[in-house]
Every structure is written in C-alpha cells, then in structure tokens.
C-alpha cells in the first residue's frame, strides 16, 4: 500500500432487492462505523440507488451507480442518465466492467464517452480493465490492458487523472474463486501505473488502482499490502455485511 488513501467498493451486481439492500445497509453502517484513511463504497442496482444512498447520508459510506448512458436524456430505453443519478446524490460511477462489456457489448469507444460525461456531471469514474484466461496465457495480458486504458482514457487531460479511479479486474479470477496471486496483481498494477504515467506523466501516481477478482475477507490482507494495490472492487464477498465489513476492515 502507498499514501494514496485505498477504496474498497462493494459491486452488488444484479443481487438485493430494496428491502434487502435496506436491511444490510442497517446492519453494515455499524460494522464500519469506526473505519478510517479508508474510502468505503456501496455500489447497489439502479431500483435501490436512491434508498441506499438516503440511509448512507452523513455515513461514511459513498455509493456508486453500476453503469450510466453518456447522453443526459434520450430514446434509450432501459438506461440510466447521469442527472437521474445526480438528483438522488450518487458520488461514483463503475464503467467498463467486463460484464457489461461482454454481455452488452460496451466498447472502449463508448466508454471514453461515458468516463468525460461522468467526470463533467461529477461523478468520479471508476473504470475497469482487465484479460481473459486465454489473454494471458498466450502473453496478451499488457496489450489487452494498453489499449482499455489507453483508448478509455482518450479524451481525458492529465489533471483530470487523479479524479479517476481503475479497476484492474482479471476475468478469469471474477466469481471464480480463482484469485491473483498478491504478486501478479502487484506486477499488472504497476504495469498498469507504468502506462498511465506514459501517457499523463507524474498525475499517475495519485490514482488509485484496485484490484477485483475474488477478493475476500481471508485475501484481502495479502492483497492490499502490495505497493500499487490502493483498494479492492468486491463482488461476491461484499454481499454478506459481515464479510464486506471485514475487507473494508483489512489489515
Ligand atoms: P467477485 O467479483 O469478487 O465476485 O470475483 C468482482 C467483480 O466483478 O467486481
């Protein structure tokens, strides 16, 4: 770990109903209650954003929208704006995760569009990256993560980096129970620093870059004591309160 200050965001994905989110955020909120130098993130579904965020208020709990469209209104049917996410007070906004880019086919394209949007509508962008099995096997894994972030961040200016942040998320280790080991995810994170720092100089070493992939309360430790690892995005371990509260908790 470094002196940037970790995020440890919990992805909730398409699990929670309302009364679900609500009952977990009651119990959750006095699990972290005490926690600090540490930025906590719940990241619910679109239907209980509003209801999570009205029982985070004056927490220290941030909450982050899942997704958002680019467009501020329009004939889009089933997304989301960045002023509807606004109005109800979201803070951050994941983009780019490879859920959404496999099964929705969201593009580096569409995503350069939605990081600038995001960060004009104040929203900081948390933007995901990462390789398949396959990608890294036949030694694709730097290329792969080059050009997310290299085309990702396309329109963005270096003094605008630090309000970004990146999730390095290898797929063959989301949901999986396949976690990097502390070393790879050091490794791919610093290269990950490497190629911010060539494209935006210095601004580089002020973004936080978490790692995703299987992270639990018995690995987050490990993980987090590496010196490019600023934080976690958590997707299965951040269901159960308990379990959450204990990474954002990490040693
Ligand atoms: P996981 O998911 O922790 O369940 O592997 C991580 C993610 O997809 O953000």
């Not at 929203?123 to 085309?151: H, M, S, Y």
């Not at 390095?168 to 990097?180: N, Q, S």
Request: with cysteine; aromatic share 6%.
């Amino acid at each position: 770990m470094s002196n940037r200050t970790p995020i440890i965001a919990g992805n909730w994905k398409m699990y929670k109903t309302m009364a679900e989110a609500a009952a977990y955020v009651n119990e959750f909120l006095g699990l972290v209650a005490d926690a600090s130098g540490v930025e906590i993130v719940l990241c619910p579904s679109y239907t209980s954003l509003a209801e999570v965020r009205r029982l985070t208020a004056g927490s220290n709990v941030k909450v982050a929208a899942q997704n958002m469209h680019f467009e501020a209104e329009g004939a889009f049917t089933g997304e989301v704006s960045p002023p509807m996410l606004k109005e109800i007070g979201i803070d951050d906004v994941i983009l780019g995760h490879s859920e959404r880019r496999e099964y929705y086919n969201e593009n580096d394209g569409d995503l350069a569009r939605k990081v600038v949007v995001a960060l004009e509508s104040g929203f900081r962008p948390i933007l995901c990256c990462g390789e398949t099995d396959d990608e890294r096997e036949v030694g694709n894994t730097e290329a792969k993560l080059e050009g997310q972030l290299v085309n990702g961040l396309a329109g963005i200016e270096a003094s605008r980096l630090p309000s970004i942040v990146i999730a390095y998320e290898p797929i063959w280790a989301i949901g999986t129970g396949k976690t990097a080991t502390p070393q790879i995810a050091q490794e791919t994170s610093s290269f990950i620093r490497g190629t911010l720092a060539q494209k935006f100089g210095d601004a580089a070493e002020q973004v936080r870059i978490l790692y995703g992939g299987s992270v639990k309360p018995g690995n987050v430790d490990e993980l987090m004591a590496e010196r490019d690892i600023d934080g976690a995005l958590v997707g299965g371990a951040s269901l159960a309160a308990a379990d959450f509260a204990r990474i954002v908790n990490f040693q």
